[in-house]
Nanobody, 128 residues
Framework: QVDLVESGGGSVQAGGSLRLSCSASGYTFTGGRMAWFRQAPGKEREGVATVYIGETETTDITSVSSIKGRFAFFPDIAANTIHLQIYRLKPEDTGRYYC??????????????????WGQGTQVTVSS
């Protein structure tokens, strides 16, 4: 059984930063792609950032344009956890953030349909 648990959400002021974490059990990140999605009230789930976890390095990082230059992935393979640091947060970053994974790579890595397993999400609220 695969379980993904997100943590690190919270309420922050615009301009601040957060580190979101996705911890997995029953699943190894290596050799697969993981992604963060977010969903704001009344909106569709949106792909935020995604990365392919290779045997020796992370590659093929893709993100939505609104977050480009404001994020970084920090894999902790030993702990089977992937961290996403988001900098210079904006009110439009507000939403519930979900991590998702799939084995192997994907030609459409920011589409929810590309992923097999999902966590329950963690709330991020950015105030102006």
């Amino acid at each position: 059984q695969v379980d993904l648990v997100e943590s690190g959400g919270g309420s922050v002021q615009a301009g601040g930063s957060l580190r979101l974490s996705c911890s997995a059990s029953g699943y190894t990140f290596t050799g697969g792609r993981m992604a963060w999605f977010r969903q704001a009230p009344g909106k569709e789930r949106e792909g935020v950032a995604t990365v392919y976890i290779g045997e020796t390095e992370t590659t093929d990082i893709t993100s939505v344009s609104s977050i480009k230059g404001r994020f970084a992935f920090f894999p902790d393979i030993a702990a089977n956890t992937i961290h996403l640091q988001i900098y210079r947060l904006k009110p439009e970053d507000t939403g519930r953030y979900y991590c998702a994974v799939r084995r192997g790579n994907s030609a459409e890595p920011l589409r929810p349909e590309s992923y097999t397993y999902w966590g329950q999400g963690t709330q991020v609220t950015v105030s102006s």
